[in-house]
């Protein structure tokens, strides 16, 4: 499967149930996560079925898209490869990537794209499907039996784990500042049974959080050695001030026995 269908299959599999019933958890918590975030400039990478910068007050806001994705109204439109973003290094404040890894051509090269344009302190937030979780359970026995009308989720793409992603992120100097996981409900078919299944939520949050269907992240870039600068310079003020105290006091004291 080429890359431009893996994104509509996901386009389409967005609009069955479970579908529909993972999309409403992941706005919710992103209307949360960027509501708050000041600067300038925000990105979102991909699925414009989900609005991620909609609760954000940035005065620039794109969406990027890559492959043959829909056309959204309202809404400023770019299109670019996703590893060679068209913007500055350290110009970004606010970059969303939902589900966006997992069907790039390079997740690596992207993340390192991300790394690249994003500000010291600028927030990364990622959205993604968890194989660990009774859904991706069901999606890997459905590839085992080699039927694809048993797969419960997009057969394309590459879901990556939770503590694989925060692995890549260290490595790039990212720091998570929060993370959540969520769509504990059996993987199942029906808006009615998923919508019967709701109560779980509360209960799997509480008792298996690592669990859930997808993943929430929010990543921090750090640049130590900007930090590591400022202390330096502040510790050499310091230590050219203590000498001149200590003269200061000697000859005065001695003047003082004179």
């Known amino acids: 499967m080429t890359r431009d269908a893996s994104i509509v299959e996901l386009a389409d599999w967005l609009q069955t149930a479970p579908g529909r019933y993972l999309l409403a958890w992941e706005q919710q918590r992103l209307d949360v996560a960027v509501a708050d975030r000041f600067g300038f400039h925000a990105l979102q990478l991909g699925l414009p079925e989900l609005d991620a910068l909609r609760a954000n007050r940035m005065p620039q806001r794109w969406l990027a898209q890559d492959g043959q994705e829909q056309q ?11 590893d060679a973003l068209p913007f ?4 970004l404040d606010l970059i969303v990537l939902p589900h966006a890894l997992e069907l790039s051509r390079d997740p690596h090269q992207t993340l390192r794209e991300v790394e690249r344009v994003l500000r010291p302190e600028g927030r990364l937030v990622i959205n993604g499907f968890n194989p660990v979780s009774l859904w991706g359970l069901r999606q890997n026995c459905g590839r085992l039996l080699g039927a694809r009308r048993r797969l419960f989720m997009p057969r394309a793409g590459e879901y990556i784990g939770y503590w694989r992603l925060r692995d890549w992120l260290r490595l790039l100097s990212f720091e998570v500042e929060a993370a959540e996981f969520g769509g ?68 005065k004291h001695s003047q003082k026995h004179q």
């Open 72 to 82: 959204p109204a309202a809404r400023v439109v770019l299109r670019c490869d996703f």
């Open 88 to 91: 500055a290094s350290n110009s």
């Open 184 to 251: 504990y409900a059996p993987p199942l078919r029906s808006e009615k049974w998923l919508d019967r299944w709701s109560w779980i939520e509360r209960i799997g949050k509480r008792w298996w959080p690592v669990l859930g269907a997808v993943y929430f992240v929010v990543a921090v870039k750090r640049v130590h050695g900007m930090r590591l600068v400022g202390l330096a310079k502040r510790s050499a003020r310091a230590r050219q001030a203590a000498p001149a105290v200590v003269t200061q006091n000697t000859h």
